[in-house]
C-alpha cells in the first residue's frame, strides 16, 4: 500500500511568487491534514479536510493560504503571494475514521 | 490555547540505556497521544499510541505511560540502541486521529555506541 505523498519535495520561491504543494493520502483514507514545521518548532496543525470538505481549517495562519481537496481525494496547498515567514516543512496526513493519522515526507518550502 | 510541552529538548545516551521523554498536556479533552519518531530526512513515522481509558501500553522496548489527572504522557525505550536516534515527537488530540493533533517541540535522542 502507497502511503502518503508529496510533491516536490523541495521548492525554493521569490517573496512574492505563488507555489502550490500537492499532497496524495493513502487510498480510501477519508481525512486529510495539512501541518507546517517552521524553523526546528513543533509541528503545527493547519487544516482538516474531511473528504471534501473542510472539518477544521482554525490553525490557517491567514488568507494568503488556500487549500482544496475537489473530489475527496487529493489536495493542494496554495500560498499566494509567499511572504518570508511562510518558509518551513510543510506535512500531509491522513487517516480513516479515527486511526492514526500517517505522514507524508513533506515539503522543504524556502521563500528568498 | 492548547499546548504540549516536551522534555528534554536533546538527549543523549549510551547504547543499552534507556531513555525516557516526557510531555504535558494543556487540554483536560484530549484522549489520544501517539508518539511519533522522524529521522533525518523522512517522514514523521507512528512509533506507538495510547488512548485515555489506559494507562500504560507497550511494544517490545518501547512503552507509553499516561496519567491523565496530572495530565503528563512518557515515552521510555528501554536498550537503546544507535538506530533509535531520531527526533522523537509527542501529541495530543480527540477522538484518535480523528481530529487535529497538537505537537511538543521534539527532542532530539542521539544513542550513542
Known amino acids: 500500500e502507497a502511503g502518503v505523498t508529496q510533491f516536490p519535495s523541495h521548492s525554493v520561491i521569490e517573496k512574492g511568487q505563488t507555489v502550490t504543494l500537492r499532497c496524495d493520502p493513502i487510498?480510501?483514507?477519508?481525512?486529510l491534514y495539512w501541518y507546517r514545521r517552521v524553523m526546528g518548532k513543533e509541528i503545527k496543525f493547519l487544516l482538516h479536510?474531511?473528504?471534501?470538505?473542510?472539518?477544521?481549517e482554525s490553525g490557517m495562519p491567514n488568507n494568503r493560504f488556500l487549500a482544496e481537496r475537489t473530489g475527496g481525494t487529493y489536495s493542494t496547498l496554495k500560498v499566494q503571494p509567499a511572504e518570508l515567514e511562510d518558509s518551513g516543512v510543510y506535512f500531509c496526513?491522513?487517516?480513516?475514521?479515527?486511526?492514526?493519522?500517517?505522514f507524508g515526507d513533506g515539503t522543504r518550502l524556502s521563500i528568498l | 490555547g492548547e499546548n504540549v510541552e516536551q522534555h528534554p529538548s536533546t538527549l543523549s545516551v549510551q547504547e543499552g540505556d534507556s531513555a525516557v521523554i516526557k510531555c504535558t498536556y494543556s487540554?483536560?479533552?484530549?484522549?489520544?497521544f501517539p508518539w511519533y519518531k522522524q529521522e533525518l530526512g523522512k517522514r514523521p513515522q507512528l512509533i506507538i499510541d495510547i488512548r485515555s481509558n489506559v494507562g500504560e501500553k507497550k511494544d517490545q522496548r518501547i512503552a507509553v505511560t499516561l496519567n491523565k489527572t496530572a495530565k503528563h504522557f512518557s515515552l521510555h525505550i528501554t536498550e537503546t540502541q544507535p538506530e533509535d536516534s531520531a527526533v522523537y515527537f509527542c501529541a495530543a488530540g480527540f477522538s484518535g486521529g480523528y481530529n487535529k493533533l497538537i505537537f511538543g517541540a521534539g527532542t532530539r535522542l542521539a544513542v550513542h555506541p
Open positions: 487540554d483536560s479533552a484530549s484522549n489520544y
Open positions: 487510498s480510501g483514507h477519508d481525512n
Open positions: 479536510f474531511v473528504k471534501e470538505s473542510k472539518q477544521d
Open positions: 496526513a491522513s487517516s480513516l475514521g479515527t486511526s492514526a493519522q500517517h
